[in-house]
């Protein structure tokens, strides 16, 4: 069964330092993966995903995200935060097959950038 | 364009009492999810309908039922609610049902209390 844990449900930074949010999946197929946003009272909004073609892949926001095999990592990257990326994210994993709208979310890291 | 539509945004039922919950998907999408996000976790997928069909089902007990329309709406039905029934029910929709490859296009969600 696929899976994914987020670790850290809390993360704090400096405006304009590094941003560094963990994904670990786990799963029995070549998985498809994903990074979702969350806004205070909104819906979910996908930054980026991967989908086994680059390692590395770029989303909207100048957030990027490399896939590690070796590592069965997902780890989610901005190099420099800004006050509006303070949001809820989530990594999440296809249930295993393509044909499906079904994903598994991590329990979500909270990000909060201080100026 | 109009995004996923969910109505009503907020909700106040009791114990006991049923809920019906409404999604009108982006134009031209024939397949909707519906997802529930408990206070400080990550959505849980419930159900997918593609063209009138269902495609998936989640591990949620049989009080929870939905439907799509010809029109390719789709309702979420709760019956008996319970007090952990409380949560923001997301829907979700995407044009081929692929959404695990594609991308999924989140409504903005239905925040139910239940008393």
């Known amino acids: 069964a696929q899976s994914v844990t987020q670790l850290g449900s809390h993360v704090s930074v400096s405006e304009g330092a590094l941003v560094l949010l963990r994904c670990n999946y786990s799963?029995?197929?070549?998985?498809?993966l994903f990074w979702y946003v969350q806004y205070p009272n909104q819906g979910l909004q996908l930054l980026l995903k991967?989908?086994?073609?680059?390692?590395l892949v770029k989303g909207i926001n100048g957030f990027e995200a490399e896939f590690k095999k070796s590592e069965t990592s997902f780890h989610l990257t901005k190099p420099s935060a800004h006050m509006s990326d303070a949001a809820e994210y989530f990594c999440a994993v296809s249930e295993g097959s393509w044909n499906t709208d079904k994903l598994i979310f991590g329990t979500g890291t909270r990000l909060q950038v201080f100026p | 364009d109009a995004g996923v539509t969910q109505s009503p945004t907020h909700l106040i039922k009791t114990r006991g009492q049923h809920v019906t919950l409404r999604c009108s998907p982006i134009?031209?999408?024939?397949?909707v999810s519906w997802y529930q996000q408990v206070l400080g976790q990550g959505p849980q997928f419930i159900f997918q309908?593609?063209?009138?069909?269902?495609?998936g089902r989640g591990n949620f007990p049989d009080r929870f039922s939905a439907r799509q329309f010809p029109n390719y709406s789709s309702e979420l039905n709760v019956n008996a609610l319970l007090l952990g029934d409380s949560a923001l029910y997301l829907c979700?929709?995407?044009?081929?049902?692929?959404?695990?490859?594609?991308?999924?296009?989140f409504g903005s969600g239905t925040q139910l209390s239940v008393l």
């Open positions: 991967y989908t086994s073609a680059a390692t």
């Open positions: 309908y593609y063209e009138k069909e269902e495609r």
């Open positions: 799963s029995s197929v070549p998985p498809y």
């Open positions: 134009s031209g999408h024939k397949s």
């Open positions: 979700a929709s995407s044009s081929t049902g692929a959404g695990s490859r594609e991308k999924l296009f």
